[in-house]
């Protein structure tokens, strides 16, 4: 028992934390939104990596309640499905990384994991549409190639909004150091 409450108290979310959590949820459903006039440019990843940064474990939070309210925004169909892990992947892919990268490091290497996951969203999401729509295994890959421009745009969107990740990442640890 006293272990189960070690982990839960670990993991339980403060007042703060909660608001800050809805209010990111929010920015990334909006900014979702507002940015859809451009196609495959989108703050999302950027989100997901700083979320991840900050919080580590707790990121799954804000991203799940995004993923909730584009479904329930959009609908609950079939392009929603890869969405169920598409960013958790994401959000893995940032937690293998070492907690105290030096400052020239995080510049560098989170503008480029962001660009990484858009130039491979078309990838990740391949699977899901293979099982959907029944595809085998070269249609897939033709699906995929397909959507390689459109993913080469996103990687760019993606770098570009990953050059926000360090500078927000120091004022998101500076307001928690202040606030919890």
């Keep these: 028992m006293c272990c189960k409450d070690k982990r839960y108290k670990k993991f339980r979310l403060s007042l703060f934390e909660m608001t800050l959590f809805a209010m990111f949820s929010a920015m990334m459903f909006?900014?979702?939104?507002?940015?859809?006039?451009?196609?495959?440019?989108?703050?999302?990843?950027?989100?997901?990596?700083?979320?991840?940064?900050?919080?580590?474990?707790?990121?799954?939070?804000?991203?799940?309640?995004?993923?909730?309210?584009?479904?329930?925004?959009?609908?609950?169909?079939?392009?929603?499905?890869?969405?169920?892990?598409?960013?958790?992947?994401?959000?893995?892919?940032?937690?293998?990384?070492?907690?105290?990268?030096?400052?020239?490091?995080?510049?560098?290497?989170?503008?480029?994991?962001?660009?990484l996951h858009g130039l491979c969203f078309g990838l990740l999401y391949a699977p899901a549409q293979a099982v959907m729509f029944s595809l085998n295994f070269e249609q897939m890959v033709a699906w995929v190639v397909a959507g390689l421009p459109f993913d080469a745009v996103h990687a760019v969107g993606n770098f570009l909004a990953g050059l926000l990740i360090y500078p927000l990442s120091l004022v998101l640890k500076k307001m928690n150091r202040k606030f919890v």
Excluded: D
């Design 30 to 115: 909006i900014s979702k939104i507002v940015m859809e006039f451009l196609p495959n440019f989108h703050l999302l990843g950027m989100f997901t990596i700083l979320l991840t940064v900050v919080y580590r474990k707790k990121a799954l939070v804000p991203i799940y309640i995004y993923v909730f309210l584009n479904g329930v925004y959009s609908g609950f169909n079939m392009w929603w499905v890869p969405y169920l892990y598409i960013w958790t992947v994401l959000w893995a892919v940032v937690m293998l990384l070492p907690k105290n990268m030096s400052k020239k490091a995080q510049i560098v290497v989170y503008p480029i994991i962001c660009a």
